[in-house]
């Protein structure tokens, strides 16, 4: 299943997320044992923004998108069945935000609408008796980004404080008269 959506402020983005199941049906033996857990198979392509151009005429290049610096990072991980896929809506959304923290993939709408959409779909085929298990999900994600996770910028701060002056001093500080007590 691709989707492409696009939100007014945020990149468009490039969705594909397949289902994976097993080849047997499942059995009334199976449905009384626990369910396995799912595999999240993640394949993220994130391309860098390029920085705005001052000296351009305003024209944008038809072919800018094909010559993005581009890193393609590629992970899975177990999670449990009933948590991914077992809940309503708010709880799979939670899910996903959770998911796409841990996959470091930008938290745009479009990404968290279509995966919450998409794994409710799959909620509706678990609870068919009939239908083959899910073993995994794959996920491919192309997303645009303004830099990509775990660079950080180069920035050098200095902080410096500056001398008070005397009559900053004498107004701020607090007379003490000591006594003989």
Not at 35 to 41: A, E, G, Q, R
Not at 55 to 83: K, M, Y
Not at 120 to 129: G, I, P, T, V
Not at 155 to 178: G, Q
Request: net charge negative; with cysteine; aromatic share 8%.
């Amino acid at each position: 299943m691709v989707r492409f959506l696009y939100i007014d402020n945020e990149p468009d983005t490039l969705i594909y997320f397949e289902p994976v199941y097993k080849d047997n049906q499942r059995t009334d033996n199976n449905n009384l044992r626990k369910k396995p857990n799912l595999l999240f198979d993640f394949e993220v392509v994130y391309r860098q923004a390029p920085e705005p151009d001052s000296d351009s005429d305003g024209e944008e290049d038809p072919d800018i998108l094909c010559n993005l610096e581009t890193r393609i990072v590629h992970q899975a991980h177990e999670f449990d069945r009933d948590w991914l896929i077992g809940g309503d809506r708010d709880q799979i959304q939670a899910a996903v935000y959770q998911i796409l923290d841990l996959f470091q993939v930008p938290c745009y709408s479009d990404i968290v609408h279509t995966l919450t959409i998409d794994i409710l779909d799959l909620n509706k085929h678990e609870a068919m008796s009939v239908s083959p298990e899910i073993e995994r999900i794959r996920v491919e994600i192309d997303v645009i980004v303004d830099r990509f996770p775990g660079d950080v910028d180069n920035v050098d701060v200095k902080l410096e404080v500056a001398p008070a002056n005397n009559e900053a001093v004498e107004k701020h500080l607090e007379t003490v008269v000591a006594g003989k007590d």
